[in-house]
């Protein structure tokens, strides 16, 4: 484990999102639901602030394009609810399954391919664990230990897939959670996508989808937007909404969510100039996160080795992906976005079903083609949920324990004033302060209550930047104490200059 995750538990950064406010768990009061997540005050905030950042960067003012012109973006807001046939076409009716083992004894249920089975050469016994649980590992070796009566020393074992077993040996296989051998089921496919019905009859025929993914609804209004926008390939368009997926292991927080939003871009180009847009948008990416607060050693890039690419994608420019380095996948990484050729794929596809010509027309050549597509996907919660873990700093000598070191433009409160009591005049000259701060900057807080230490702690823990504070001098020398967040150091700035000096420090 590196040092720096070592010091980020995620129990601590659950804790500190629950008790101020960033996240909680769907109708808590109800018990929960497994997979869905509302984001409190901070949280919403917080993550206005990534979605903000995504769209006036990606689709206002994006870098320019690899010939030095200027890249055209356009945005939309497609349904959640599409005609069925859409999900047909796009491979997702089909084939977005995953395979699952169903335990009979516990009534669990896990991702066949995350399963992994412990045994001796005579296969006579064999133990289910999940791959990378360490405990499940050493509660196998222990089980096959007492079941062959001797210690089972670790380099005595195979270890190898559970969708690799044969129904004889699935037979004699003890399930993670189970007691008895015998009690899981071949893996089998569940689609991911959640039904509903459309209309009141409810019957099959009204069946319909959530959608899993925003990508389909920009593919699907291709040719609406051609005709309306005046767009040429190369131009992308961006779209960032919520996405479902009835996920059978949520799991890590938000980061396995059944419920979540996307920032997605399909970027449509010529079929020769798809490895230039490629490399674009991969190293604008990823440039982009560090921007947005992960610029350290836990972001990396990955590019997929061939064999990993998904079959639209064997012959095309590539598929990477932005990971950050998570407490719960340390020394591992998890995704935070994809990158992905994905070849003319789609608008094939949603030509053949829908009937429907997606093209567009090369002046060049003199004819119609149907462009090529990068596709950046980014995932807005694991983004809010990375920058929440990489902003989480313990430190000790702080009342609060921790602070959140977020960047001024990430930051959910901006500044925040203070008086340093409810008297002598300093609320009045902090409500002045505050009314000045609060329409130039939006973010801004009041706060009288409690004492001055407690204020810094519970701004501490909302990542705030700058505390100012009017004190009893205040109205003689017309000057606040500012505190910065990071290195608790304390200046004096005028109080006819604390906007302009705020302003400076949100900068970018
Ligand atoms: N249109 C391509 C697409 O949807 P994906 O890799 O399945 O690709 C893109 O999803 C991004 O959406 C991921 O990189 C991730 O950030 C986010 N994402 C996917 N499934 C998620 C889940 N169950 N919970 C939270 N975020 C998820």
Known sequence: MSEQAKKKSMDDIMALCKRRGFIFQASEIYGGINGFWDYGPLGTQLKKNLKDAWWQDTVITPP??????????????????????????????????????????????????????????????????????????EKALKTLSKYT?????????????????????????VGPDAKEPGTLTAPRAFNLMFKTYVGAMATE??????????????????????????????????????????????????????????????????????AQWYRYWRDFRVAWWKGVGLAGENLVLREHDRDELAHYAKNGAGTSDVEYRFPFTDPGFGELEGIADRSNFDLTQHTLHSKTKLEDFDPETNQKFVPHVIEPSAGADRGVLAILCEAYT???????????????????????VFPLVAKDGMPELAEKLYSELKPRFGCVEMDVKQTIGKRYARMDEAGC????????????????????????????????????????????
């Open 64 to 137: 320019m394009g690899p010939d030095g012109s200027a890249v055209r973006m356009v945005g939309l807001d497609s349904c959640i609810i599409q005609n069925p046939r859409l999900w047909v076409a796009s491979g997702h009716v089909g084939g977005f399954s995953d395979p699952m083992v169903d335990c009979k004894e516990s009534k669990r249920r896990y991702r066949a391919d995350h399963l992994v089975v412990m045994g001796l050469p005579d296969a006579v016994r064999l133990y289910v664990f999940v791959d990378g649980d360490d405990d499940g590992r």
């Open 149 to 173: 009566k001797r210690t089972v020393q670790p380099e005595e074992v195979n270890i190898r897939p559970f969708p690799s077993l044969n129904d004889a040996e699935r037979t004699v296989a």
């Open 205 to 274: 025929d009204d069946v319909a989808y959530l959608r899993p993914e925003t990508a389909q609804g920009i593919f699907a209004n291709f040719k609406n937007v051609v005709d309306t926008s005046r767009v040429k390939v190369p131009f992308g368009i961006a779209q960032i909404g919520k996405a479902f997926r009835n996920e059978v292991t949520p799991r890590n927080f938000t980061f396995r969510s059944r419920e979540f939003e996307q920032m997605e871009i399909e970027f449509f180009c010529q079929p020769d100039s798809t």
């Open 394 to 416: 313990a430190d000790p000598s702080r009342p609060s324990g921790v602070f959140m070191r977020f960047t001024p433009r990430m930051a959910p409160i901006k500044a925040a």
């Open 465 to 508: 930047p700058f505390c100012f504070t009017v004190d009893g001098d205040t109205g003689l020398s017309q000057a606040v104490t500012v505190r910065h967040r990071d290195t608790l150091a304390q200046e004096h700035v005028a109080l006819d200059k604390v906007g302009d000096w705020l302003a400076e420090r949100l900068k970018g």
